[in-house]
């Protein structure tokens, strides 16, 4: 396999419902991330981890639960959440975090719907 | 605060013929990138090509060129000989060099170009 794969590619989930979004890269990069794509809004960074440590939170609300296991692996564990939560759900990840032209690879995301 | 401007919702040109999409970008920082990303239907964020504000030249990629004018801010994308699979959303994205050498990925994203391309 090769990239950046992202499992489910489809979910619905009732709020009172609990799930996790898995990611894995097999590009030997050292950074993963998740981002949000909501319709008609720019895509917004939710997390960063950098050598499995978390280095951003972006203001995200505590039902999102981040979980970096090792450089390879990333989840997203989602907890009573809210029918504004449904969107596409992106994993990227990069060489490294601390570059600014280390472009990002993304995965094919995840369709959440929330009901 | 750094910010992406897309201006055009959506583009149709006809197949083999060139586009150029639009992008401008608004930052005090001297020291940043420029991205472009690919969204076909099927989700996946493809990176196109990279601009680095000190690069004195325009990147190419195969038929991506970006036409990078850094006094008027702005880093337009050109397609040439567009195919059909061209057809997709195209996002412009930006990243900062801040005070500490990092960027942890926050690509400033713009909202996005529908592009079609017709037989």
């Known amino acids: 396999e090769t990239g950046v794969t992202q499992t489910p590619r489809h979910l619905v989930m009732g709020m009172t419902n609990k799930k996790s979004l898995k990611c894995e890269q097999h590009l030997g990069h050292n950074a993963m991330y998740w981002y949000k794509q909501s319709a008609k809004k720019p895509l917004e960074l939710m997390f960063v981890?950098?050598?499995?440590?978390?280095?951003e939170n972006n203001s995200v609300p505590s039902r999102f639960s981040p979980e970096c296991p090792n450089s390879s692996h990333l989840f997203l564990h989602l907890h009573t959440l809210q029918p504004e939560d449904s969107a596409l759900y992106l994993c990227?990840?990069?060489?490294?975090?601390?570059?600014?032209?280390?472009?990002?690879?993304f995965g094919n995301g995840t369709r959440l719907t929330v009901t | 605060a750094q910010k992406i401007t897309q201006t055009q919702p959506g583009m149709f040109v006809q197949e083999k013929e060139a586009v150029t999409l639009d992008c401008t970008y608004d930052t005090s920082d001297q020291s940043y990138g420029l991205f472009w990303y690919k969204q076909p239907s099927s989700g996946e964020m493809i990176f196109l090509i990279y601009q680095g504000s000190y690069d004195e030249q325009n990147a190419t990629e195969g038929r991506y060129s970006l036409n990078f004018q850094k006094a008027r801010k702005s880093a337009n994308l050109v397609i040439s000989a567009s195919q059909l699979g061209d057809s997709a959303m195209y996002f412009c994205?930006?990243?900062?060099?801040?005070?500490?050498?990092?960027?942890?990925?926050?690509?400033?994203f713009g909202q996005g170009t529908i592009l079609t391309v017709h037989p």
């Open positions: 981890y950098s050598l499995e440590e978390r280095v």
């Open positions: 990227a990840s990069s060489q490294d975090g601390f570059s600014y032209n280390s472009p990002l690879h």
């Open positions: 994205a930006m990243s900062l060099y801040n005070a500490g050498g990092t960027s942890y990925g926050k690509l400033t």
